[in-house]
Nanobody
């Protein structure tokens, strides 16, 4: 079992930055692939970024490449999403998720989810 709690969301102007954190509890965190997803009103939940259990491999959606950075600290059971050069279209609820399988996977392959944190980018 893995429990996930996100924090760090908020309101920011376009061009600004936010850093999301996801604190995990549970013995399997360090062996889990971690992902950040987001869901805007009326839209599907999309994968934004993912990181392998050792942190050596990362994945980014095209829409955030060069602006977002995912990282993890297994000693602190925490995964981060640094978001720079934010745009209004980044506005969404951001979710942290964990999966025990190898590889990025689809949202349906992530077994554990946080409650989400709202990110709002004003123009």
């Amino acid at each position: 079992q893995v429990q996930l709690v996100e924090s760090g969301g908020g309101l920011v102007q376009a061009g600004g930055s936010l850093r999301l954190s996801c604190a995990a509890s549970g013995r399997t965190f360090s062996s889990s692939t971690m992902g950040w997803f987001r869901q805007a009103p009326g839209k599907e939940r999309d994968l934004v970024a993912a990181i392998s259990w050792r942190g050596g491999r990362t994945y980014y959606a095209d829409s955030v490449k060069g602006r977002f950075t995912i990282s993890r600290d297994n000693a602190k059971n925490t995964v981060y999403l640094q978001m720079n050069s934010l745009k209004p279209e980044d506005t969404a609820v951001y979710y942290c998720a964990a999966r025990s399988g190898v590889g990025v996977g689809t949202q349906y392959e992530y077994e554990y989810w946080g409650q989400g944190t709202q990110v709002t980018v004003s123009s």
